[in-house]
Each structure stands twice: as structure tokens, then as C-alpha cells.
């Protein structure tokens, strides 16, 4: 009985996850915590998941990756990418982000592209920002590194084998897989949309302006008082007055003559304003004005904005800013702004306060797109440090001369030491979500098998392919995991299907390894939706893609992508 309850807690799970009414840490840490209530494993063994020494070395991994990010290197090369042919240019900027993401945080990597491409008017970026995500995903498969997909893989093994898989491991594989898979991209590229940018007029549109005329009776009183807080589809964002901006606009503000309000949101309800005496409607001849503060930015994946409105998090008092617009792929959202509630690769079109660049949790939020902001660098010094000490720690872990965990221990505390990192920036961007989601997916794991509910998988996918042999097996695993990680997280594709595979190779006494990867190729292998995996969502917006976009160049590139993973994986690691 116990392990039909359990087998169907995890459809549960799925469900959950798939319907997106749950967080993914919440919705595996509560399951964990059932299991512990339960009886199916023990508090010790719940504590032991979370300290597992592979899923701390990728936090170690993230955690470093906040500066190696801040390097003006990725800066530099993305200027000197963008030149030359369409094409040459395509096949520079794939080639440059999938070796960067091979050793980089694929997220970071496509980040400091992200800006260059869209300020850039030579090339249209709805034909550069798919390529580029998804080569930074063929980038990530070819090492232990790339990807935290295969990091979070390497804890399951070492929870369930005992045993750790090596830096280079998945390159066998990994290295002749990409590259047939960026032929096939390269080619696709050139179906893509040609969108170009939004220039400032474009932007400007999102704006409704109206000057207070002399005599009005709303000069000398409140922006409360005069009830300009509570219009229906309009938010009053800022005030021009006397050629400086007033920006955000508090509720106690005293209105002026010849101020100018600048509204935003549903621009066509501006007979909202017919109602104030005094209070003119005019042209853009503020335009010049308007355009000094405006900001681009994209919400990342690891945002506390994603699934709240403006409302609820009060996001004028937050960033001292206020979104002028939302777009949302190829759609420019309307409607009141403050009751939308907000999804990661949303892009904002902000305001920005003269202190917005002081706020420190803008990092964790936002992807700049454009602007006269710009993040602090590390110096050159401090950017050669890092990188050659990274560099080092990969080398020394490669050729099993120093543990990997050692290594980015050694280094983290370095870049502490040097204040190249701070401890409150790791406490703002330290991976919490990701942690509670790997720690309790390895306690689930540990449920299934305690439970029985694991050999029963594994008695069922033996029966299934019995007459078919242990390569249908094989292929089975992959396009499962291939399913979950176009349907949910690809971290969470991979939790869920690592318990079935290394099930399923115990079930045929096969080698295991090749069921493992088949996993760790499968949970990157998100090609066709926009939802999936989360560089993907960043360029969602800033190229305006549709999701039919992504499906027609992401099928091709599936089908090419899954055919070598069949073909090769068996051939280097044989059953």
C-alpha cells in the first residue's frame, strides 16, 4: 500500500510543478518533509541530502560565478562579436558563448551578451538571442561545469553509486553532440524573425504627459488630496518640473504650475484626466527630457518579483522606479501595470530615481538591457586573479590533483579575503531555491527506494521493454527526462528522472553510466518552449519572439540534438 502512495505522491509532484501553482522548492521540500512524517526516511537521512559534498560544490560553483560574472572580459568580447556577415557574426557569438558556458554559469554568459546584442542596430537580435541560448546549453553539456543540470545529476550518482563523475566526463559525448547540434543551428538560425529594437519614440508611447496650466485648482495641494493616486488604468509616474524630474512620486507631493505629470498604463483611458480642471494634454515636446532616466531591464530567474504585482511588492519604494511597461515576448502588456502579476523574461521599460543604482538587490532581479546604468566591474587586476584562479581550480580537479570542492572552498575564500566578494552579496544571491529543491529531491529519491516503490519502477520498466531490449530502455529514460524538462525546471526533470533511470539499469544488471547520462543530456535537452530553461526566458522578451518561434527552429534542432545523444552515448559508454 505504501508504495502506491508513494508512487503517486510523485504524479502529484509533477502535476504540481507542471501547473506552476506551486514554487518548485516548495512544492519538493513539503513532499520531503511527508516522507519524513511518514516514516519512510529519517530526520538524520533528510539532513544528510541537504550537506550531500556534489550538491555543495555547486553551490560553491554559483556562488564563485558572482564574480567571474562581474568580469569586464565578457564585456570585451561581446563588442568585438558583433561584425562582419549576418552569418559570420551568428556562428561567432554560438561559438564564443558555447565554450564560455562550457566553464561559466550558461545564465552569466548569455547576461553580458544579452545588453550588446540588444543596444547593437547592425544585426536584428531576434536573429542572434535564441542562437545564443541555446548554444550556451550546448556549451554546458560537454563538462561537469557547464551546467548545474549536470552537477545536480553528479549528486544523485554520488548519492545512489557512491562515486563521482569526472570534469571532462560528459565531453565524450558532450563535444561530438554539440557540434553536429550547432551545424544544424547555424543553419535554423536564418528562419528566424527579423524584429528590430523599439527605438525611444516606441518607448515613449507607453507615456500619457499633461501640463497643470496656471490658475488650476490642483496647484497648492497633494497629489492625495487631489485624488491623482487612485485613477482607473492610470498610474501618475513622475513629475517635470522646471527641467529636472521628479521620479517616483510620492502620495504627500506638492503640485506646482506649469508641472508637467507624466502618466503610464492604459493610455486610452486619458478621459480619466478630462476631469481635472486645468490640466492640459500636449505633445511630446518633453520628449528629450522623458528619455534621460528610461531603463530596460529583464526579470531573471532568480527575482523575488516573479508571480507578484507591482502592487503587492510595492516596487516604487523597492527600487525607487517606476515600469513604464511590460512587455511580455512579442506583446506589450496593458492594462493597470501594478495588477499584472509578473513572470520571469518579462521585460520592464523603467523610470529610474537618481538612487536606483544604489539599490543592492538589482543583480539578483534584473538582466540590464539598456540604459546609462551600469553594474561595478572588477578592476583588471582583480578580474586576472579570479579568472586565472578559477582556471587553476578546473585544471587542478581535471587531472585529480585537488578535489573540486576544495578548490572552489580555497577560492571562495580568496575572493572574500580580497573583497572581490562580500558576505552580504552571498547572502542575497545565495542559490536557497535550488539548494532546498536538489536536497529534498535526493531525500525523495532515497523514499522511493525505501518504500519499494523504486523496484516496483524498475520491475515496470523491465516488463515494458522486455521484449525490445536494454537500448529501448535506454532511449525510454531519455525521452522521459526529455518530456519532464520541456514540461518543468530541467533541475527538476532531472531529480524526478534519476530515480527511474538508475532503476531501470539495475532492473536489465546493466552499467549505469550510460543510463546517467542519458538523464544529464535529456534534462538539457529543452529546445522547443520558452518555460523550460531559464536563459531561454531571458531573450523571450528582448527579441519578442512568440513561442512559435522557439518551436520552429527548437524541433530541428531537437530531433538533431536527441538523434546524436542515441547514437553516441551507447557507443562511448557501452551497456
Not at 290 to 312: C, D, F, P, R, Y
Not at 413 to 427: N, Q, T
Not at 458 to 474: C, D, E, K, P, T
Request: net charge neutral.
Amino acid at each position: 500500500m505504501i508504495t502506491w502512495v508513494v508512487l503517486l505522491s510523485i504524479v502529484g509532484l509533477l502535476v504540481l510543478l507542471i501547473s506552476g501553482l506551486v514554487r518548485p522548492a516548495i512544492a519538493f521540500s513539503t513532499l520531503a518533509g511527508c516522507y519524513v512524517l511518514l516514516g519512510l526516511i529519517d530526520t538524520q537521512t533528510l539532513l544528510v541530502q541537504y550537506t550531500n559534498p556534489a550538491l555543495a560544490t555547486l553551490l560553491l560553483l554559483l556562488l564563485i560565478s558572482l564574480a567571474l560574472e562581474r568580469s569586464p572580459l565578457l564585456d570585451w568580447i561581446s563588442q568585438r562579436l558583433l561584425n562582419g556577415h549576418p552569418r559570420l557574426a551568428t556562428a561567432k557569438l554560438m561559438g564564443t558563448g558555447a565554450l564560455l558556458s562550457a566553464f561559466l554559469n550558461n545564465t552569466a554568459v548569455v547576461a553580458a551578451f544579452l545588453g550588446a546584442i540588444s543596444r547593437q542596430r547592425t544585426i536584428a537580435p531576434s536573429r542572434l538571442l535564441i542562437p545564443l541560448s541555446y548554444a550556451s546549453i550546448l556549451g554546458g553539456i560537454t563538462t561537469l561545469v557547464g551546467t548545474s543540470t549536470n552537477l545536480v545529476v553528479n549528486s544523485f550518482t554520488l548519492s545512489s553509486g557512491g562515486f563521482e563523475l569526472g570534469m571532462f566526463q560528459f565531453s565524450l559525448v558532450g563535444v561530438p553532440v554539440a557540434l553536429i547540434t550547432f551545424i544544424a543551428l547555424l543553419w535554423r538560425a536564418q528562419t528566424l524573425p527579423h524584429h528590430q529594437l523599439e527605438d525611444t519614440a516606441d518607448k515613449l508611447a507607453y507615456f500619457l504627459a499633461a501640463d497643470i496650466q496656471q490658475g488650476s485648482e490642483l496647484i497648492g495641494k497633494s497629489i492625495e488630496a487631489n485624488g491623482l493616486r487612485s485613477l482607473e488604468g492610470l498610474y501618475l509616474l513622475e513629475i517635470e518640473r522646471q527641467g529636472r524630474l521628479i521620479s517616483p512620486v510620492g502620495p504627500e507631493e506638492i503640485l506646482q504650475a506649469g508641472d508637467t505629470l507624466v502618466f503610464t498604463g492604459e493610455v486610452g483611458k486619458v478621459q480619466a484626466l478630462q476631469r481635472f480642471p486645468g490640466l492640459k494634454l500636449f505633445g511630446n515636446h518633453a520628449n528629450d527630457l522623458l528619455a534621460t532616466n528610461l531603463m530596460e531591464v529583464v526579470i531573471s530567474h532568480e527575482s523575488e518579483l516573479a508571480g507578484k504585482t507591482l502592487q503587492n511588492v510595492d516596487f516604487r519604494s523597492m527600487f525607487n522606479a517606476g515600469v513604464v511597461g511590460i512587455r511580455r515576448g512579442e506583446k506589450r502588456l496593458e492594462g493597470q501595470l501594478g495588477k499584472i502579476p509578473l513572470r520571469v523574461g518579462d521585460c520592464l521599460l523603467l523610470a529610474v530615481g537618481s538612487d536606483f543604482r544604489q539599490h543592492r538587490n538589482l543583480d539578483r532581479n534584473f538582466h540590464l538591457l539598456s540604459g546609462s546604468f551600469t553594474r561595478p566591474r572588477l578592476n583588471r587586476i582583480e578580474s586576472g586573479l579570479t579568472l586565472a584562479g578559477f582556471a587553476t581550480v578546473i585544471s587542478l580537479a581535471a587531472v585529480d590533483m585537488l578535489p573540486l570542492f576544495h578548490g572552489l572552498l580555497l577560492l571562495l575564500g580568496g575572493l572574500l579575503l580580497g573583497r572581490v566578494l562580500s558576505l552580504a552579496e552571498l547572502r542575497r544571491r545565495f542559490p536557497f531555491e535550488l539548494w532546498l529543491i536538489i536536497g529534498s529531491a535526493l531525500a525523495l529519491a532515497q523514499g522511493l527506494e525505501n518504500s519499494g516503490a523504486a523496484a516496483l519502477l524498475a520491475q515496470g520498466m523491465q516488463v515494458l521493454f522486455s521484449g525490445h531490449g536494454i537500448y529501448a530502455a535506454f532511449i525510454g529514460c531519455y525521452l522521459l527526462t526529455l518530456l519532464l524538462t520541456e514540461t518543468v525546471t530541467n533541475n527538476a526533470a532531472a531529480a524526478l528522472a534519476f530515480p527511474v533511470a538508475w532503476s531501470t539499469a539495475q532492473a536489465f544488471s546493466a552499467d549505469p553510466l550510460p543510463f546517467i547520462m542519458a538523464v544529464a543530456y535529456g534534462a538539457s535537452a529543452c529546445f522547443l518552449i520558452p518555460y523550460g530553461y531559464q536563459t531561454h526566458l531571458m531573450v523571450y522578451s528582448p527579441g519578442r519572439y512568440r513561442i512559435s518561434d522557439f518551436l520552429k527552429i527548437g524541433l530541428p534542432i531537437s530531433l538533431t540534438y536527441s538523434a546524436a545523444v542515441l547514437i553516441i552515448t551507447p557507443l562511448i559508454f557501452p551497456f
